[in-house]
């Protein structure tokens, strides 16, 4: 099974930024979709971008279109997460996961999640 592991958290300052990675340590990323999602507490674990690693196609969702970049490393089998201009609503518990970019859009994701990376927005 496919676990891909999510680093780069932290405690950052409203407005600031912060890089999220994605790595699979034992097999090649190329045949998938990669999707960032995010649990804050008492919510439902929501998508947040995807990124088609065989063509670069990406999404975002609404609320981080223009604050959010997804990148993608085929080389290094890495994917980034560049988080500007980060507020409160942004806190949670970020994961990565492998599937369909179809299915990554629809935030039909049923993981394997991983252990995830925690970010937290405060001042």
């Known amino acids: 099974q496919l676990q891909l592991v999510a680093s780069g958290g932290g405690l950052v300052q409203p407005g600031k930024s912060l890089r999220l990675s994605c790595a699979a340590p034992?097999?090649?990323?190329?045949?998938?979709?990669i999707g960032w999602f995010r649990q804050a507490p008492g919510k439902e674990r929501e998508r947040v971008s995807c990124?088609?690693?065989?063509?670069?196609?990406?999404y975002y969702a609404d609320s981080v279109k223009g604050r959010f970049t997804i990148s993608r490393d085929n080389a290094k089998n890495t994917v980034h997460l560049h988080m500007n201009s980060l507020n409160s609503e942004d806190t949670g518990v970020y994961y990565c996961?492998?599937?369909?970019?179809?299915?990554?859009?629809?935030?039909?994701?049923?993981?394997?999640w991983g252990q995830g990376t925690q970010v937290t927005v405060s001042s």
């Open positions: 990124v088609e690693m065989s063509d670069g196609s990406t």
């Open positions: 996961a492998p599937g369909s970019f179809s299915l990554c859009v629809a935030g039909a994701f049923v993981g394997p």
């Open positions: 034992d097999i090649s990323l190329d045949s998938y979709a």
